[in-house]
């Protein structure tokens, strides 16, 4: 309901409301007689009346003006309440109205759910855990607490550049932080009020799934580059290259136009390759002869490489300590020495390589000497066993840790390429002395570690069978581009 006033030109009456004309035009002319009665000294109907029945009928019109409005202001706020409902159900029920509905509805709810924010972060050079989180204003003490926390499960001190960290609040509350050390792997600190600390820390998996890949190539110049052409991965070829080591030194017995199949497992996330696994079948060709390689869980519980008729393809001894290198000067009886200039017998290989690459050594042992010693300045001697001594000079440093009687495993880095002592630019001269002659690294073909037994043949034959079928596929040529396909004869 609604009400409309009309101006009216302003006189000596009361103004009012419509409706209420007519009687306030009696009550006018009602005064007017009164005046006429008072000039007489009395009211009508009381001729001659006293003064307070004149004051009497006064309060009486007040009180009933009064009653009067008030009613008007009551019945136009219950109208204006009741126009506002039927605003707010047209608003959520009229149809082809629904998205006001729908926005009304979100809005109502955004206004009594909680904040929820996600905050994504990639290391950089100068990130730390604290740093990120110092960023965003979360006080020391907390960042320092649930470091300690998170340091039950993993060390945040650890944080890598290209890592990934989230973290999640709720309300300005911090819910959970992840942090990605790997592409599959995690850490996890979720919020726990019952927990000492107010947080857990947990490692976690990201869900992955494991394929087998297969690949092929022809050496044209050298192994890393055939194989990173055909699509293997610089640590595949790396495993590679270890898995033969005792066969194949891969710096100086490739040939052009050696090949080399190789199937490998590899980890995808959400269909994406992210990690390399583990070699399960090789191949190489080396000028002309074949060299094969199974890897086998063995029945003891342990596992390794395997040749075709069940040999380990581990040696006692690497063929090189090195795995980045050129030879620079071969075992001979009579080498002439450019700083002697003398003529004198060179009992071993020396390998050109940048000072500060790392030296392996070549087999498991117990380490006799390191140190100086005259012109082969830094030094080391590994005892292997009962037959086998190797030795490693002209080292820039000794690897920390390394010195007499520690014991050492095969392929553990014992020291660096440098060019003390008698030399003329950083190399390693290497040695090897077999019941105590020394023998011609290159030439040296040292026992495997073990071969199957009766038991364990018979699992490996089906395997092997499977694994090399699958390496002569014809579809480990799909890897080949078109220079490594005519290199091949395709």
């Given at each position: ?372 010693k005259r012109g082969y300045g830094n030094y080391i001697v590994i005892k292997h066993n009962s037959i086998y001594t190797t030795a490693y000079g002209h080292l820039s440093r000794i690897k920390k840790g390394i010195r007499k009687g520690r014991k050492v495993k095969q392929g553990q880095v014992i020291g660096y390429v440098g060019s003390t002592g008698l030399s003329t630019g950083p190399h390693l001269h290497y040695e090897v002395k077999q019941r105590g002659r020394h023998v011609n690294p290159l030439a040296l073909k040292s026992a495997p570690r073990r071969s199957l037994n009766k038991a364990e043949l018979q699992t490996f034959s089906a395997l092997r069978r499977d694994l090399m079928a699958l ?20």
């Amino acid at each position: 309901m609604q009400f409309y006033f009309k101006s009216k030109k302003r006189d000596n009456t009361r103004p009012n409301q419509a409706g209420s004309g007519k009687s306030l035009s009696g009550a006018s002319t009602s005064g007017g007689r009164a005046r006429e009665n008072r000039k007489r000294g009395g009211f009508p109907n009381s001729p001659g009346g006293s003064a307070k029945g004149g004051l009497a009928l006064r309060y009486l019109a007040l009180a009933v003006l009064f009653v009067f409005s008030l009613g008007i202001f009551l019945i136009t706020s219950r109208d204006a309440v009741s126009s506002k409902k039927e605003i707010s159900q047209v608003l959520v029920s009229a149809p082809g109205d629904s998205a006001v509905a729908a926005s009304v509805a979100a809005q109502q709810e955004l206004d009594i759910s909680p904040s929820l924010t996600t905050v994504e972060f990639k290391v950089k050079g100068n990130d730390s855990f604290y740093t990120i989180l110092d960023g965003m204003d979360v006080p020391a003490e907390q960042i320092v607490r649930m470091a300690r926390i998170a340091g039950s499960v993993y060390n945040l001190s650890k944080v890598k550049v290209g890592d990934k960290l989230s973290v999640t609040s709720i309300d300005g509350e911090i819910e959970r932080i992840e942090y990605r050390f790997s592409d599959i792997e995690g850490m996890r600190l979720e919020r726990d009020l019952q927990a000492s600390g107010g947080y857990t820390a947990e490692l976690f998996e990201m869900p992955f799934i494991v394929e087998q890949r297969l690949v092929h190539g022809v050496i044209d110049s050298s192994l890393y580059e055939a194989g990173r052409r055909a699509g293997a991965s610089p640590a595949i070829i790396m495993e590679f290259t270890d898995i033969f080591a005792w066969d194949v030194d891969f710096s100086t017995d490739i040939r052009k136009g050696d090949t080399f199949s190789v199937l490998y497992e590899i980890a995808t996330v959400d269909g994406k390759a992210i990690d390399a696994g583990k070699v399960l079948a090789a191949e190489v060709v080396n000028s002309g002869r074949k060299h094969a390689a199974i890897y086998f869980n063995e029945s003891g519980g342990g596992s390794g490489y395997y040749n075709l008729e069940g040999r380990s393809l581990r040696r006692t001894l690497l063929r090189s300590p090195l795995r980045y290198r050129r030879i620079s000067s071969y075992f001979s009886k009579r080498r002439y020495h450019p700083i002697t200039k003398r003529y004198r017998p060179h009992h071993g290989i020396d390998y050109a390589a940048p000072t500060g690459t790392p030296i392996e050594t070549s087999g498991d042992g117990r380490v006799s000497f390191a140190g100086w010693k005259r012109g082969y300045g830094n030094y080391i001697v590994i005892k292997h066993n009962s037959i086998y001594t190797t030795a490693y000079g002209h080292l820039s440093r000794i690897k920390k840790g390394i010195r007499k009687g520690r014991k050492v495993k095969q392929g553990q880095v014992i020291g660096y390429v440098g060019s003390t002592g008698l030399s003329t630019g950083p190399h390693l001269h290497y040695e090897v002395k077999q019941r105590g002659r020394h023998v011609n690294p290159l030439a040296l073909k040292s026992a495997p570690r073990r071969s199957l037994n009766k038991a364990e043949l018979q699992t490996f034959s089906a395997l092997r069978r499977d694994l090399m079928a699958l390496l002569s596929r014809s579809d480990t040529l799909l890897a080949l581009n078109d220079k490594d396909k005519k290199n091949a004869g395709i």
